[in-house]
């Protein structure tokens, strides 16, 4: 094993346990290190800090460990049992819910690593080279796990790589195979696309925030702006929604959202799917057309580089909402950008509310839920953010 060595003084974030080394960090790289490697990270004075994935880049080590501790033999068993353990004690794994978050990266102690569970099956993405290079063994070991059925494995890491890692991944079964794609979220029944649809196939991070939407929509006219697969509409229909709009400018989103409520709620005319691009349909809507709205957008700002302009947009989308929403009605609004800061969102919506000239009051501040942890450790493991408010 490549022994990677850093510049004095520049441990101290290790020491606390943080699981990156950034390349500025760095003293020296043998030349023989690849990516993906295994290597050992020692401080400038020869210390062991620990052992992780190397990548090119600015994050150039995910540690797995640390201290001189290497990793044994059973170590991604061990790692994925805990996290098991932790889902159990959430109570996710029950017969009325079997779709959550198994590895959730770093909040996991597997950098680098997502899998999310659908009935039998784990869909699993590598975000380093290094764990692409462990996905047989870590396939393994998910069909090993004593408390979870896992029966199929599907390997889903076309678009999370670093292409420039040039390692052509296939979107492909580890282990199993196809046999049905059906989910169950708390009660509710969801067809899963994890062979095209986005991410590993379903925002399994917003259930939390789709049942607290439940509790909203009795009696209520309901949109759903980025529908997507149309999770927050299920849910409003289950809640009494009088009426539900779901909008998506991706006809494939649109058709799987139709498909779910029909799954759920064969024939029911209370719904209505549009395939037009979201910002047309809030300028072009009548105004109190509706009194519960959620604005649940792909992320406007997935680099630092568009910051700026994904702050203009969250601003614009919502103070259109603004303008449009019922008086008393009740607006779910969220961003998924890791670099937008829950301030930084707080202040582009409360911005949007000034200029609306509405009175708005905060009910509820949302994130990520339990089967997405954040280590201590590590901060930035926070992304997902929401209000919840009440407009005058």
């Given at each position: 094993?490549?022994t ?5 003084r520049?441990?101290?974030?290790i ?7 950034f390349?500025?960090?760095?003293a ?20 062991t800090?620990g052992y992780g ?9 995910r ?6 501790n290497?990793?044994?033999?059973d ?7 805990s ?5 159990k004690t959430?109570?996710?794994m ?12 770093e ?14 099956t ?7 080279p290094?764990?692409?290079f ?10 090993e796990l004593?408390?979870l059925?896992?029966r199929?494995?599907?390997?889903k890491s076309?678009?999370?790589l ?8 296939q ?12 989910a ?6 969801f067809?899963?696309d994890?062979l095209?649809g ?9 259930r ?5 939407l439940?509790?909203y ?7 759903n702006m980025f ?8 849910y409003?229909m289950?809640?009494g929604?009088?009426k539900?709009?779901?909008?998506d400018?991706?006809?494939k ?8 409520i ?13 395939a ?17 709205i959620?604005?649940?957008?792909p992320?406007f ?5 568009a910051l ?21 009605g009740?607006?779910?609004?969220f961003?998924?950008?890791?670099v937008?800061t ?10 949007a509310?000034?200029?609306s ?7 509820h501040q949302l994130?990520q839920?339990?089967d997405?942890?954040?280590d ?14 009440y407009?005058?």
């Amino acid at each position: 094993m490549e022994t990677i060595t850093l510049k004095p003084r520049k441990e101290e974030s290790i020491l606390r346990h943080h699981p990156w080394v950034f390349s500025g960090a760095i003293a020296s790289i043998p030349d023989s290190v690849e990516e993906g490697n295994l290597v050992k990270v020692v401080s400038a004075d020869g210390k062991t800090l620990g052992y992780g994935h190397y990548q090119i880049g600015s994050i150039a080590v995910r540690l797995l460990t640390f201290g001189d501790n290497p990793l044994a033999d059973d170590f991604f068993r061990t790692r994925l049992e805990s996290a098991c353990r932790l889902r159990k004690t959430l109570g996710l794994m029950r017969q009325d819910n079997n779709c959550f978050r198994l590895v959730h990266g770093e909040g996991d102690f597997l950098p680098g690593l997502v899998i999310d569970v659908y009935g039998d099956t784990a869909v699993v993405q590598a975000h380093s080279p290094g764990m692409h290079f462990e996905r047989m063994k870590i396939a393994e070991a998910l069909t090993e796990l004593p408390d979870l059925p896992i029966r199929n494995v599907y390997y889903k890491s076309e678009t999370t790589l670093p292409y420039k890692a040039q390692l052509d991944p296939q979107n492909d079964y580890l282990i199993g195979r196809f046999d049905g794609n059906i989910a169950i979220e708390n009660g509710l029944r969801f067809n899963i696309d994890w062979l095209r649809g986005q991410k590993t196939g379903f925002f399994v991070d917003q259930r939390e925030n789709r049942s607290l939407l439940e509790k909203y929509a009795h009696g209520r006219n309901v949109l759903n702006m980025f529908c997507y697969t149309g999770g927050f509409s299920v849910y409003a229909m289950r809640g009494g929604a009088l009426k539900v709009d779901s909008v998506d400018s991706s006809a494939k989103a649109a058709a799987l959202t139709d498909a779910n409520i029909e799954l759920n709620f064969p024939g029911d005319p209370r719904h209505k799917t549009h395939a037009l691009d979201a910002f047309k349909y809030l300028a072009e809507m009548e105004k109190d057309a509706y009194d519960l709205i959620i604005l649940d957008p792909p992320a406007f700002a997935k680099h630092r580089s568009a910051l700026k302009n994904g702050l203009i947009g969250y601003r614009k989308l919502n103070a259109k909402a603004f303008e449009k929403i019922k008086p008393g009605g009740i607006l779910f609004t969220f961003s998924c950008s890791q670099v937008v800061t829950r301030e930084m969102f707080r202040l582009a919506v409360f911005t949007a509310a000034a200029q609306s000239g509405r009175k708005v009051r905060i009910l509820h501040q949302l994130t990520q839920p339990a089967d997405h942890p954040v280590d201590i450790s590590h901060p930035e493991g926070e992304y997902l953010k929401g209000l919840v408010l009440y407009v005058e």
